[in-house]
């Protein structure tokens, strides 16, 4: 098992784009609503299946595991809850620490998030000028809440 | 993906028993409420991440992934929900087919339940003397229900 640590912001404007190469993610869940979260992602060529167990203070329990694409496609299709999750994902040095960006389209679409994967939560870390609010704590910035809850039908009934 | 087609029986007595060598199963879920089941199993020396789509007709889509025993453990003992499945596998051929029967303990003894695997729903199968009532439509007797209200506990409020 590994153990998943990040701090998650809002991305401000497009100072973190130039230069920056995108691989397209589409991802689904087949669970995300007991804590425990089960994902089916293809990035590019190649596709894994995700356990996370529960948040807890920004760490989650994180098992990822190889799949066929054509599997993680299929469930994808067939198995998965909620609304498919679409986004661009880049990956950004910043003074030491790797950010990804993610940059979603589909129905939660204009959302932009900057992730940092760190080694203990309270590790220090240089904020990259691009980032604004801090949303670590914020569960309907999770990937399994997007899934359910799109950022475009926020503050709609 | 395969698909899994099976038809299940409760057994009668203990006819099946000569000669039959079990295998421990000790799984558990990390999902089983939205028609889609994730399943983490121990069996004996192995281990396998197994996702299960809704039942219909008896045919399930099923996807299975052999993960480390270590993770597959982990999962057990943190992530599922319910009640963990322990039980004893036979394998046990007759007239063709191979029959399944799995012996139940904890929560879920004394139950024990026959299961063979078709190609077809309405392949032809010579039942064995030692199978009784067929429940391949009765949703209390698949692993993920028992795993939320075990055997033992049936019938009370």
Chains 1, 2 share one sequence.
Request: overall charge negative.
């Amino acid at each position: 098992m590994a153990k998943e640590i990040e701090r998650k912001f809002l991305v401000n404007g497009d100072d973190w784009r130039p230069g920056a190469q995108g691989i397209a993610y589409h991802q689904g869940y087949l669970a995300a609503n007991t804590g425990i979260t089960v994902r089916a992602r293809v990035a590019g060529e190649q596709a894994w299946l995700t356990i996370k167990g529960p948040s807890s203070a920004g760490s989650r329990d994180e098992y990822e595991y190889p799949i066929p694409v054509a599997d993680a496609q299929e469930m994808l299709e067939r198995l998965c809850i909620g609304e498919r999750i679409e986004k661009i994902r880049y990956r950004v040095p910043y003074a030491g620490h790797l950010w990804e960006i993610d940059e979603f389209s589909g129905e939660n679409a204009p959302l932009v998030v900057a992730e940092v994967e760190l080694d203990r939560i309270d590790e220090e870390v240089a904020l990259p000028p691009w980032v604004g609010l801090e949303v670590t704590y914020d569960r309907r910035y999770t990937n399994g809440a997007l899934a359910r809850q799109p950022f475009s039908r926020w503050g709609r009934p």
